[in-house]
Structure formats: C-alpha cells, structure tokens
C-alpha cells in the first residue's frame, strides 16, 4: 500500500475513487434538492446557468429525514414555486413567482403546510428546471452499483468456470473454452444490447446485462493462472496428503491467484461504468426519471452548439474522471501485485 500511495497516478486514481464512493453513499445528504431521484422540476428557471440561486416555496412538503432522506431521498412536495420577491403578511405568505408581471402577488394561508428554502444550483438547471448537480450526485450511485454489480457477477460466473477449466483439463477445459470462445467472438455491447432487449428496460435489468458480458475475461485469465499454478509443487504435496480436488483447488490455488483479478476487477469496474452510460444514452438503460450520466449526455449533449455546453459536459467530465481513477489505479495495482516487478534481494 505504501508502494501505491507513493505513485502519483495511483494516489490520484485512489482519492477519485473513495471521493465517488463517499459522493454516492452520502448523495442525497450532499444534494441541495432531497426529493428522490432529485426530480423537483421547475420549468420557468431552466436552462439557467451554474451559480444561480433563488428562493423556492414548497406547498404540502412531506416530512422527512433521518436515514430515509440519506438512502432514498424526500418525496416531493406537492408543488414548487420559484420565488422572485416574497413577504410574510398576518394571512400566510405573500410572494410573487419567477417570470410573473411585476403587480402580479399572490397570498397563500398559513393554514396551508410550506416552507420556503433557499437553492443555489452550483451547476445550473437542466431543461425541466432541476437541480443538475443534485441529480449528477444520484447518478453516481447508478454508475457505482452497475461497477460493484457487474463485477460480482463476473466473478460468481468467470472464477469457478475458468479455475475448473483449468484445472481439471481434458474434456472439461474443452467444452468450458468453448463456451468461452462463443461468447468472447460476441462484441460485448451487442451482447449488452440483446441482454437488455430480452431482460426489459429496468435498473436491475441493467446491471445483470453488464454482468453477464464481463465473466469471459474473468474465466480466461483465471484459466491460465490456473493451468500455470496447478504444476507446482504445494499441489503434489496437497495431492499426497489426500486432498480432495475441490479444496485444493478452491483452497489452495485461487487464493494464490487472486492477484490478477484484483486487476481485472477494477478494469471491469470502469468497463461497466461506461457500458451503462453507453445503454443510457442509447435510450436502454435505467428508466427516467432515475438519473444516470449517460441519460443526462443524452438529454443535452444538443445544448453543445447552443452555448450551454455545461449541461453535457459536467457529466461527461464525471464519468471521464472515474473511469480514467480506475483504470490508472488498476494499472498501479497490477505493478504493485505482481512479483516480477517486486525487486530482489541483493
């Protein structure tokens, strides 16, 4: 660990990563629009740009708090009015809305449950008014379940198929590399797409799409692994002691290959994050109005030549960021893992 901390790349890619982790875990604690999945929408303040702020009314809040707001968010109010100038009289509330005549005034009794909070959109609004940054906040949630998803599903089916394959040989590698085979020659988002088309549209159906693509990688080098570590000689002597073919290869030897898919993990974790964005913005990922950063490119990437690029750009750079915290800590773990590069004793 000191070797990784002491790599620049590594040490960036490692605080990318545990700061994505922490923004998705505490998402709706950090978001200045709790209300779930971030979707209070405001048409008449739109498009505005980051750094706006106003105050907003909300009629008939729902009460919430505690650990339901920090795990699932608020549930909207009943409606959200954008305030331009607003008083407090001895009826209730007197105010006037964004975009209304200058004489236009409204009251609302103080029988009525409201509250009026105050926003600041740190990147602006989207085409429905809400809040972008809230909702690029609960989309990396989405980002980071499909990872976590993803890559368990590649190693509950590409470890044991790959470390049997390779251990046991003859017939069993055969059949088990061809399956293999067929479903490496498949491009993976294709492979993705037919997933998601038999599945359904859906949120789990996403995640288990993205899985189901990423085992053949897993399989094949645990495989190899496999095939080399099986020869030495801890695996005769298990073999002379009477162990049985399971706990010598289960206990012994996928232990000692763990290495290489420590790597491959995280490398199947960026995969995943930018197949799901790629599903989004194909219009097959999760259904609105849950926020992904594929699904908000895809809302606004047009914005690019209308002098709102920010609308597409702020969830291209997320995704660009995390992806590339992944990969470049990947890479350092595969330095620091792998025994050829460790130096040797003089």
């Known amino acids: 660990m000191r070797t990784l901390a002491a790599d620049a790349g590594g040490l960036w890619g490692l605080s990318v990563v545990a700061m994505a982790l922490f923004m998705a875990l505490f998402a709706y604690g950090l978001a200045a629009d709790p209300s779930e999945n971030a979707n209070t929408i405001v048409p008449s303040i739109a498009l505005r740009p980051p750094g706006f702020e106003l105050d907003l009314l909300e009629i008939q809040p729902a009460p919430c708090g505690g650990l339901e707001r920090l795990w699932k968010g608020c549930p909207n109010a009943a409606q959200a009015l954008p305030l331009e100038a607003w008083e407090t009289t001895e009826e209730g509330i007197r105010y006037r809305v964004v975009g209304s005549p200058p004489d236009e005034w409204r009251t609302l009794g103080s029988n009525i449950p409201h509250r009026i909070v105050h926003r600041r959109f740190w990147m602006g609004t989207d085409r429905f008014g809400r809040d972008l940054f809230s909702r690029l906040l609960i989309g990396s949630r989405v980002s980071l379940s499909v990872g976590f998803v993803a890559v368990a599903l590649s190693l509950l089916i590409g470890l044991p198929l790959g ?18 085979q067929v479903v490496w020659s ?61 706990r010598i290869l289960f206990g012994h030897i996928v232990p000692n290959v763990s290495a290489p898919l420590i790597v491959v993990s995280a490398a199947n974790f960026a995969s995943a994050i930018l197949i799901e964005s790629g599903l989004s913005f194909l219009g097959l990922g999760a259904r609105p109005p849950i926020p992904t950063w594929g699904g908000i490119i895809k809302d606004h990437y047009a914005y690019l030549m209308m002098g709102k690029g920010w609308l597409a750009l702020w969830p291209g750079l997320c995704l660009m960021s995390v992806v590339l915290a992944f990969m470049m800590l990947g890479n350092r773990l595969r330095d620091v893992l792998d025994v050829r590069n460790t130096p040797s004793a003089s």
């Open 163 to 180: 470390a049997w394959a390779g251990f046991k040989g003859g017939r069993t590698d055969a059949w088990i590399s061809g399956l293999i």
């Open 186 to 246: 498949l491009p993976g988002l294709m492979l993705v797409i037919a997933v998601t088309l038999a599945l359904g549209k859906g949120f789990w159906q996403v995640f288990v799409a993205v899985g189901l693509s990423m085992w053949v990688e897993v399989a094949r080098i645990v495989r190899g692994e496999v095939m080399a570590e099986k020869q030495k000689e801890y695996v005769d002597a298990a073999r002379v002691m009477g162990f049985g073919d399971r």
